[in-house]
T-cell receptor, first 121, second 115 residues
Framework: AQKITQTQPGMFVQEKEAVTLDCTYD???????LFWYKQPSSGEMIFLIY??????QNATEGRYSLNFQKARKSANLVISASQLGDSAMYFC??????????????????FGKGTKLSVKP | GAVVSQHPSRVICKSGTSVKIECRSL??????MFWYRQFPKQSLMLMAT?????????EQGVEKDKFLINHASLTLSTLTVTSAHPEDSSFYIC???????????FGPGTRLTVT
């Protein structure tokens, strides 16, 4: 079974500093995808970044980067130069074989419990 | 990124009535749509998965007769909460994915309050 663990219920960071949000995962699948989503207080889920299990390079998207350590089964999100607008809940998620079109719920994202990030001015 | 809309964004209904929530993919064909439920300060819990033109697959513990899901086209899925009770009050979020794509896009959510 797949499992995502986010051990930090809440994090504080000073504006303009970098912050790392932890995520570890457990899966027996050989091919899988890792995702990070941001959920502000409005409730919408905003896709941030994706890392495929066979990607050798760490994914980067603007100020977001994913520190992927496959042997440790970790996929930490790094936000550089934090902004006040980064304050939100952040969810790590995983899905097996992201390019395969599963029937049923096998293609579903499994979410962690989330980390609430607060950026201080 | 792709856009997924949900309607309504908020709804208040009386106990015993039914509520329909629509989820639309605006600029892509969603071969698979997912319905999630989120309680305050908790993570998203998958309720069901629907593939266009076929019956939805429900997660364990989710009553299929209570939460009716229809995925009639490649751009529209609906969730109907039948005979709603106060304990059904929650934040419902839909998500959509196109065939062969890894990205999964979420709607803005619907906050349901049953009085």
């Amino acid at each position: 079974a797949q499992k995502i663990t986010q051990t930090q219920p809440g994090m504080f960071v000073q504006e303009k500093e970098a912050v790392t949000l932890d995520c570890t995962y457990d899966t027996s699948d050989q091919s899988y995808g890792l995702f990070w989503y941001k959920q502000p207080s409005s409730g919408e889920m905003i896709f941030l970044i994706y890392q495929g299990s066979y990607d050798e390079q760490n994914a980067t998207e603007g100020r977001y980067s994913l520190n992927f350590q496959k042997a440790r089964k970790s996929a930490n999100l790094v936000i550089s130069a934090s902004q006040l607008g980064d304050s939100a809940m952040y969810f790590c998620a995983m899905r097996a074989d992201p390019f395969k079109n599963y029937g049923g719920s096998q293609g579903n994202l499994i979410f962690g419990k989330g980390t609430k990030l607060s950026v201080k001015p | 990124g792709a856009v997924v809309s949900q309607h309504p964004s908020r709804v208040i209904c009386k106990s015993g009535t039914s509520v329909k929530i629509e989820c639309r993919s605006l600029d892509f064909q969603a071969t698979t749509m997912f319905w999630y439920r989120q309680f305050p300060k908790q993570s998203l819990m998958l309720m069901a998965t629907s593939n266009e033109g076929s019956k939805a697959t429900y997660e364990q513990g989710v009553e299929k007769d209570k939460f009716l899901i229809n995925h009639a086209s490649l751009t529209l899925s609906t969730l109907t909460v039948t005979s709603a009770h106060p304990e059904d009050s929650s934040f419902y979020i839909c998500s959509a994915r196109a065939r062969g794509q890894h990205e999964q896009y979420f709607g803005p959510g619907t906050r349901l309050t049953v009085t």
